[in-house]
């Protein structure tokens, strides 16, 4: 099998093929908004749903179980990966971060960001936002409840 004694080369295919632009993979969402973040007019997608405090403990599980490793638990950028070599990112508290809208921490998770890798297909979307609301609200706004400050989450 690895010897292969015929080496002509396919023929072209007599169809063309031409793919739109657009084009999603099988099963994406068509949305552009669910799909990278962006709304079709420009600017970081809003978060969809309204979640509840038993929601952000989750979200709170969430980004700990899948963004703490680098950017560590209070996202000081501090995770334990990074004295193993991960480059270490900025710190969620960095004013050019801190300010970002919601959107900003679904599209990085969505996209994945530089060379930090996408989320999409590991996280669902719901979830994604759900971790982007947790930082905003709990790591960089004073608005968390108690509660999720204090719960042990695993
Ligand atoms: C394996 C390590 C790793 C994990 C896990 C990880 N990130 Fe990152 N992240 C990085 C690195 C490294 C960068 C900076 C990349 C660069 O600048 O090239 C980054 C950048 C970011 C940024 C942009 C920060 C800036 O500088 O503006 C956001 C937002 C972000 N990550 C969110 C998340 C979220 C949300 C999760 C969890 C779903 C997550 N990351 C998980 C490594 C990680």
């Not at 099998?1 to 084009?23: G, H, I, N, T, Y």
């Not at 309204?50 to 703490?68: H, I, P, V």
């Amino acid at each position: 099998m690895w010897d292969q004694p015929k080496v002509k080369a396919f023929r072209e295919s007599p169809l063309p093929l031409a793919f739109p632009e657009d084009r999603v993979a099988l099963g994406e969402n068509l949305d552009q908004a669910v799909r990278l973040g962006l709304k079709p007019e420009g600017g970081f997608a809003e978060n969809p749903y309204a979640f509840t405090e038993a929601d952000l403990l989750r979200g709170k599980a969430l980004y700990q179980s899948f963004c703490a490793i680098c950017h560590g638990v209070r996202g000081e950028g501090d995770g334990r990966a990074i004295p193993l070599g991960v480059p270490k990112p900025r710190s969620y508290h960095d004013p050019a971060v801190r300010d970002q809208p919601e959107g900003y921490f679904y599209f990085a998770a969505t996209n994945g960001f530089g060379r930090m890798l996408p989320y999409k297909s590991r996280i669902p979307e719901r979830e994604r936002w759900l971790i982007a609301h947790y930082i905003k609200r709990c790591l960089l706004s004073e608005a968390c409840p108690e509660e999720v400050v204090h719960a042990e989450v695993h």
